[in-house]
């Protein structure tokens, strides 16, 4: 079994900052890219930054120069400095990772449980 734990999120106001954490636990051989997603209400499911184990990031074009993605691969842990917020980046944000596991060894794509940013004007 594997649990993505996410902490962080909460209500904060515009120009502010927040740092959320996901913590992968459980049967993990290793994990290749971690990332994390926004989902604001009536929108679909975006990529706002990924990170590989290698440490390459990419990020969705309306957070670059504000938001930083980074991991501790020994803590199996992804982090997502988020620095002055806007009231647009308000959101449910969700942790996800790519975990190869099991015997055979195969690749499986966790969900954390989600954390609300509320940023507010």
């Known amino acids: 079994q594997v649990q993505l734990v996410e902490s962080g999120g909460g209500l904060v106001q515009a120009g502010g900052s927040l740092r959320l954490s996901c913590a992968a636990s459980?049967?993990?051989?290793?994990?290749?890219?971690m990332g994390w997603y926004r989902q604001a209400p009536w929108k679909q499911r975006e990529l706002v930054a990924a990170?590989?184990?290698?440490?390459?990031?990419n990020y969705e074009d309306s957070v670059k120069g504000r938001f930083t993605i980074s991991r501790d691969n020994a803590k199996n842990t992804v982090y997502l400095q988020m620095n002055s917020l806007k009231p647009e980046d308000t959101a449910v944000y969700y942790c996800n990772a790519d975990i190869i596991r099991g015997y055979p060894q195969m690749k499986y794509d966790y969900w954390g449980q989600g954390t609300q940013v509320t940023v507010s004007s």
């Open positions: 990170i590989t184990n290698g440490g390459s990031t």
């Open positions: 459980g049967s993990i051989s290793s994990i290749n890219a």
